[in-house]
């Protein structure tokens, strides 16, 4: 059998570290990059007699995101003890929430692929629940001893728990990826995902095509990459197929994906939820979300991505490729708008063709974000303009894009003036080019009048050459089949 033949399902269960200033149950800050064990609160590690208190701000954060997905906030949630050991939980329980989650259901819309191939596919959500991190085992520079940091304990997770929706390793990453965007956007968490504030774990399974039951899943842990989480995946996907297929049966296990091999390796037979024996926390009372909390958080919410794009389509006629690109990231749809307001709504389309690219492919290769971008709104909106009327054209506008990233002029107009680089719209100094380069080129001539297309295109570079770029390609291509009569 091929691969063909089997039908890959995916869930996706995201932890995502909300932007609190202290721990959820503690006033510890959560400051990434102390010393080890120096942010770890009688309360994080639940030394006797120690009470837990809940962080408003993580709450506020996890309505946030329910309403942004169009889920259910609940009126009373309930946090539980998830009882197990692990050496990096001092409690030998993590506080989180089982039966009665703070947010239930709600959708993402993705869109998978580029080009006519693209499309576009609604995710659900099961739920979203708030609890608390546990620390970090550190592996590396102890003599074969694995050492404990438990500044992470307590930490304000909302884990994001999807269905299994997706069907295909890029469908899991255009999720993962969209999240991410989402919890930025609306900045719940900072999404760095080198520092671990946003980790994925995949439950992936395979069936048969046709199949209606779901195969038996194994949980990839703890990816920390888009890159990771399409690879692990992958690898998963087809080590199920080929031990169904060679007879073999998959057990339900928790695995790990190392990177330097590609490959996963299995962790531990994967425990059910009745392993962990949950049971509501004593020591926290249920949680209780008014309408008028929600109301409030609501009232505060940022415009959102969907109804963002469909305002930049509606009001500014861009393409759904153009509008779903500028706002996949909240900075990048920030520094679009403040150039179109600075150039003007008649100018909407081009401005985004320079921020998707000339100003994209500069950040990509200076390895900076949008936000740290050399070039401002202001400035990309005043070189949009001066192209606009004819000042320059498209090829001299590269340069004056290139003089404003180095620093070399306040304005677009400064550097064209600076530089001379005004384009030149006389039609009798056009006219004058040609007829010199008409007299020079008599063989292009005799090519282009017996047909040979390239011939004209070799005699407009001529012409623009002379002008040193200046003359405006329509104009000049205009002139020239003029002056040969075409």
């Known amino acids: 059998m091929s691969r063909s033949d089997w039908e890959v399902v995916i869930g996706l269960e995201v932890h995502a570290q909300l ?6 149950f503690s006033g510890a800050s959560t400051a990434f990059g102390a010393e080890p064990n120096r942010q770890a609160s009688a309360v994080d590690i639940a030394l006797p007699g120690v009470l837990p208190v809940l962080n408003r701000g993580a709450v506020e954060r996890a309505i946030r995101f329910g309403l942004a997905i169009g889920a259910h906030v609940a009126e009373k949630s309930v946090f539980a003890r998830k009882n197990y050991f692990y050496p990096d939980l001092p409690k030998g329980y993590q506080i989180s929430q089982m039966d009665l989650p703070v947010v239930v259901g709600g959708t993402i819309t ?20 708030l609890e608390e991190d546990a620390g970090k085992s550190l592996h590396e520079d102890f003599h074969g001893m694995t050492g404990i940091d438990l500044n992470r304990a307590g930490t304000p997770l909302l884990e994001i728990v999807s269905e299994p929706d997706m069907r295909s390793s890029a469908e899991a990453v255009a999720y993962a990826r969209a999240l991410h965007a989402l919890v930025r956007w609306i900045d719940i968490c900072d999404g760095n995902m080198q520092e671990g504030s946003f980790r994925c774990d995949a439950n992936v399974s395979v069936r048969r095509k046709g199949a209606t039951e779901f195969g038996t899943r194994r949980e ?31 057990v339900q296990a928790t695995v790990l994906f190392d990177p330097d091999t590609g490959e996963t390796r299995m962790m531990r037979s994967k425990e059910d939820a009745h392993d962990y024996r949950y049971f509501p926390d004593p020591d926290l009372l249920p949680l209780m979300i008014a309408p008028e909390w929600k109301a409030r958080v609501q009232a505060e919410m940022p415009e959102l991505p969907g109804a963002m794009k469909g305002r930049f389509m509606d009001d500014w006629g861009l393409s759904a490729y153009d509008a779903t690109t500028l706002t996949a990231s909240k900075e990048v749809a920030d520094f679009y708008q403040a150039t179109v307001s600075a150039a003007g709504a008649a100018l909407a389309k081009p401005c985004a063709n320079w921020v998707m690219g000339e100003l994209a492919a500069r950040l990509n290769k200076a390895e900076l974000d949008v936000a740290a971008s050399p070039v401002s709104p202001a400035q990309l909106a005043g070189l949009v303009a001066r192209i606009a009327d004819n000042t320059i054209s498209n090829a001299i506008a590269r340069k004056v894009f290139e003089a404003l990233w180095n620093g070399e002029g306040a304005t677009a107009d400064e550097v064209i003036d600076k530089q001379g680089l005004r384009q030149v719209t006389d039609t009798g100094a056009i006219e004058a080019m040609i007829d010199e380069v008409l007299a020079a080129n008599q063989k292009s001539v005799e090519e282009f009048r017996a047909g040979k297309e390239k011939a004209f295109n070799a005699l407009v570079g001529q012409v623009m050459k002379a002008s040193k770029g200046k003359a405006g390609p329509a104009q000049v291509n205009a002139l020239l089949r003029k002056k040969l009569g075409a």
Do not use: M, P
């Open 19 to 24: 932007n609190t200033a202290s721990k959820i």
């Open 110 to 129: 993705i869109r998978v692929g580029e080009g006519e191939s693209a499309y576009e596919k609604t995710v659900r959500l099961t739920r979203a629940h």
């Open 220 to 250: 990839i842990k703890n990816l920390n990459s888009f890159r990771f989480l399409q690879q692990a995946i992958d690898y998963e996907v087809q080590w199920q197929i080929d031990t169904l297929e060679d007879g073999g049966r998959v």
